[in-house]
């Protein structure tokens, strides 16, 4: 599949401790000209200068300033090795190469009202979509969940600027649990849900939303995470050579592949999102886990994702 993203240098111009295990790290174009037109939800493959890491970033900053992009990043203890070269090596003025945006978690314009709910580093998206909503006729709400005072990334932003009176904060030390379904019992019919965060928020999210009877549609969600490392070994065969590989559990398609130099792939994310390592199925069934499909391109097993699907069925042919 063709590759859907530009990459270009940019420099780091700033860098902030928002919280002990969150960065902000402010973004420029090494010419000078302004940054490619983003919506709020919107993601950018960030690399490193030598190509050792490849990770997508919510953009966070206002949609109407292309001076600069914003990105949030947290200290990942399981750490692919982004988000501590990240931490430990960039500085101001270090050089990396991004992607031009892409936006697979945008604000539906069909919604009468935006119900927007954040765990930790899951607030990243929502800073720039408060910026798109800032003065429009749809109301909207934001649902800030963190585990304790120190880690409430961005807390003192929200709470003195002009969303203010939009913003509950949450936080888990301090006995303010978020109460999903006291939140999902008053909503009108056109309210769209919004989700970012830990998976068992994420989780909670849409368990909570279909138990209150929120069609399917009104949920959003996004979430950047490796594939699940559940689910029994199978074969996959590359259709071009012939060639058999055993996928073991917790291990994905393209590290198969990778492992033994099987196939020359590109995959710029490494989580699902970005689409460049989008593959044909030609026999079997895959697991779908990556969020740049759509739900019924999903169930037509026409494709899959290598860097995070997996298959359902004990062989998988696919056209590489």
């Known amino acids: 599949m063709a590759n859907k993203y530009e990459m270009f240098s940019v420099r780091v111009s700033a860098v902030e401790q928002a919280t002990p295990l969150i960065r902000r790290f402010t973004l420029v174009r090494e010419d000078g000209q302004p940054m490619p037109a983003f919506s709020g939800g919107s993601h950018v493959i960030v690399q490193d200068p030598a190509g050792s890491f490849s990770n997508a970033y919510s953009l ?5 300033d292309l001076s600069h992009y914003q ?11 982004g988000s501590a070269f990240m931490h430990q090596q960039v500085e101001v003025g270090t050089r990396l190469t991004i992607s031009t945006p892409n936006n697979l978690f945008a604000l539906d314009p069909g919604a009468g ?19 798109d909503l800032e003065g429009g006729a749809t109301p909207y709400e934001l649902h800030y969940a963190f585990r304790s005072p120190e880690h409430g990334a961005f807390q003192a932003e929200l709470e003195q600027g002009p969303h203010a009176e939009h913003v509950r904060f949450y936080i888990d030390s301090l006995a303010r649990k978020l109460d999903l379904e006291a939140l999902f ?5 056109d309210a769209h849900v919004y989700v970012c965060g830990p998976k068992p ?17 009104r949920v959003h969600w996004e979430q950047f995470a490796a594939a699940p490392a559940e689910g029994a070994a199978f074969t996959v065969v590359l259709a071009r050579s012939g060639r058999e590989l055993r996928v073991e559990e917790g291990m994905t398609i393209l590290q198969a592949i990778e492992n033994v130099k099987a196939a020359k792939v590109e ?54």
């Not at 990105?71 to 090795?81: A, D, F």
């Not at 019992?185 to 019919?189: K, S």
């Open 267 to 320: 995959c710029l994310c490494r989580e699902g999102v970005c689409g460049t390592c989008e593959t044909a199925i030609l026999e079997g069934e895959a697991e779908h886990f990556d969020q740049y499909l759509s739900d019924e391109e999903k169930a037509s097993q026409q494709s899959l994702m290598l860097c995070v699907s997996r298959s359902r069925t004990p062989r998988l042919v696919i056209d590489l």
């Open 60 to 64: 966070m900053s206002d949609p109407r």
């Open 185 to 189: 019992a008053g909503l009108a019919e």
């Open 71 to 81: 990105i949030g990043v947290r200290l990942e203890e399981q750490s692919r090795g």
């Open 113 to 131: 009202r935006h119900v927007l709910i954040a765990g930790g580093i899951g607030i990243t998206p929502f800073l720039a979509q408060l910026h």
């Open 201 to 217: 928020l994420i989780d909670a999210v849409i368990a909570g939303a279909k138990a209150a009877g929120i069609g399917d549609e």
